[in-house]
């Protein structure tokens, strides 16, 4: 425990938090991406610690949050199927589709289960030849070189009942488009570190000269935030707007190229809807055409299910920085994580279940931010 004990180090924590209130003359608001990061700022109190003219504002970096509703209604359809072994990473089980999900398919008889790794779901397939196995492929850019590892090892043992239903974003196109709504109030960014770890940083440099904003590659522990907090607003200050790697001892600028070059093997770029902000250009990634024979969505025909989300969640309006979650009228009241309205309750990376987790039912105080420039 050495290693994580340094970075929750309190000494050290107060001397960057010194640091940053002796830097902030003016008040900005910072977006950290990832619900990793979010959960950990509410956990430890980091946002109550900042000064007062300085606002973090929380992100769609959330797999499970940004998931369409529409993509869990055809997760549900093919659990439901005879024959199919569902398998998934185990919060996207509770995540409510329109009337149930997939817990709920379990209970009615559907062969739901929860795997570690995509290559669980690979080996059921290898061991169970009369059952279609079907992986529920979510996630950021972290969690898609796996993903292609096992569709590419798929094809290679000719498993012809392995197919995955693919709903996989990625985070440059979330934050061109959050910098894009007319509602913004976002002046810079903590990007996601363990994003990076694969990516590398290459696709930011022209998102913050674009939009004049510093991005700052940030991690998880509590001093990686606040370093993170301490590098983006000295920038701010200084009227720069740079890519900065905070996680160096995990990011290079090159990121991993095996993981690369694994993606580019079996994904393309397409267009994805965000569960509560709509569709993103460019924002996710689909199988490759020598690859579409292991893609549920056609394996299974659920093309057709078209589904509207609910006006009572507000979680679109979470996601994108607009309101806190206990801004939402449901907040507490009819939706908890025993009876969630939506994703951003139910995942553990959701801002609305950190609030709830963590006891702040009291939006903090909204501020009134600069102009970047
Ligand atoms: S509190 Fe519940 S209903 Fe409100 S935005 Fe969050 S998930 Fe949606």
């Given at each position: 425990?050495?290693?994580?004990?340094?970075?929750?180090?309190?000494?050290?924590?107060?001397?960057?938090?010194?640091?940053?209130r002796?830097?902030?003359?003016?008040?900005?608001?910072?977006?950290?991406?990832?619900?990793?990061?979010?959960?950990?700022?509410i956990?430890?109190?980091?946002?109550?610690?900042?000064?007062?003219?300085?606002?973090?504002?929380?992100?769609p970096?959330?797999?499970?949050?940004?998931?369409?509703?529409e993509?869990?209604?055809?997760?549900?359809?093919?659990?439901?199927?005879?024959?199919?072994?569902?398998?998934?990473?185990?919060?996207?089980?509770r995540?409510?589709?329109?009337?149930?999900?997939?817990?709920?398919?379990?209970?009615?008889?559907?062969?739901?289960?929860?795997?570690?790794?995509?290559?669980?779901?690979?080996?059921?397939?290898?061991?169970?030849?009369?059952?279609?196995?079907?992986?529920?492929?979510?996630?950021?850019?972290?969690?898609?070189?796996?993903?292609?590892?096992?569709?590419?090892?798929?094809?290679?043992?000719?498993?012809?009942?392995?197919?995955?239903?693919?709903?996989?974003?990625?985070?440059?196109?979330?934050?061109?488009?959050?910098?894009?709504a007319?509602?913004?109030?976002?002046?810079?960014?903590?990007?996601?570190?363990?994003?990076?770890?694969?990516?590398?940083?290459?696709?930011?440099?022209?998102?913050?000269?674009?939009?004049?904003?510093?991005?700052?590659?940030?991690?998880?522990?509590?001093?990686?935030?606040?370093?993170?907090?301490r590098?983006?607003?000295?920038?701010?200050?200084?009227?720069?707007?740079r890519?900065?790697?905070?996680?160096?001892?995990?990011?290079?600028?090159e990121?991993?190229?095996?993981?690369?070059?694994?993606?580019?093997?079996?994904?393309?770029?397409?267009?994805?809807?965000?569960?509560?902000?709509g569709?993103?250009?460019?924002?996710?990634?689909?199988?490759?055409?020598?690859?579409?024979?292991?893609?549920?969505?056609?394996?299974?025909?659920?093309?057709?299910?078209?589904?509207?989300?609910?006006?009572?969640?507000r979680s679109?309006?979470?996601?994108?920085?607009?309101?806190?979650?206990?801004?939402?009228?449901?907040?507490?009241?009819?939706c908890?994580?025993?009876?969630?309205?939506?994703?951003?309750?139910?995942?553990?990376?959701?801002?609305?279940a950190?609030?709830?987790?963590?006891?702040r039912?009291?939006?903090?105080?909204?501020?009134?931010?600069?102009?970047?420039?």
């Amino acid at each position: 425990m050495k290693y994580v004990d340094e970075f929750n180090d309190p000494g050290l924590a107060r001397t960057l938090l010194d640091e940053i209130r002796a830097t902030v003359t003016r008040p900005w608001a910072l977006m950290e991406v990832c619900g990793g990061q979010t959960h950990s700022i509410i956990r430890h109190g980091i946002d109550q610690l900042l000064p007062d003219r300085l606002e973090l504002i929380h992100g769609p970096g959330c797999p499970v949050c940004v998931t369409p509703l529409e993509t869990i209604d055809k997760a549900l359809a093919i659990a439901s199927r005879p024959g199919v072994v569902f398998c998934s990473f185990g919060d996207m089980l509770r995540v409510p589709g329109t009337g149930r999900d997939l817990f709920r398919v379990k209970g009615e008889g559907g062969d739901v289960r929860v795997v570690y790794s995509p290559l669980d779901a690979l080996e059921l397939a290898r061991r169970h030849p009369e059952r279609q196995v079907v992986f529920f492929a979510i996630g950021f850019e972290t969690t898609a070189p796996a993903n292609a590892m096992a569709v590419h090892r798929a094809r290679r043992l000719g498993l012809r009942n392995f197919s995955m239903l693919v709903s996989h974003v990625r985070v440059p196109p979330a934050i061109e488009a959050v910098m894009s709504a007319p509602s913004c109030r976002v002046q810079g960014f903590l990007a996601a570190g363990h994003v990076c770890s694969v990516m590398g940083t290459g696709e930011y440099p022209a998102l913050a000269a674009r939009h004049r904003v510093p991005v700052v590659v940030t991690g998880f522990e509590p001093l990686d935030i606040l370093e993170g907090i301490r590098r983006a607003v000295h920038q701010l200050e200084r009227g720069e707007h740079r890519v900065e790697n905070a996680y160096g001892r995990a990011v290079r600028d090159e990121g991993n190229p095996t993981a690369l070059r694994m993606i580019e093997e079996v994904f393309e770029v397409t267009d994805r809807a965000w569960r509560g902000i709509g569709p993103i250009p460019g924002s996710g990634w689909r199988l490759r055409e020598e690859y579409r024979a292991y893609d549920a969505e056609h394996r299974f025909d659920v093309t057709g299910i078209r589904t509207e989300e609910p006006a009572v969640c507000r979680s679109g309006d979470v996601l994108q920085g607009l309101i806190k979650p206990p801004e939402c009228p449901a907040f507490g009241t009819a939706c908890t994580p025993r009876t969630p309205l939506g994703a951003t309750m139910v995942s553990n990376e959701g801002a609305c279940a950190a609030y709830h987790l963590y006891r702040r039912t009291t939006a903090p105080h909204q501020k009134e931010a600069n102009p970047v420039g």
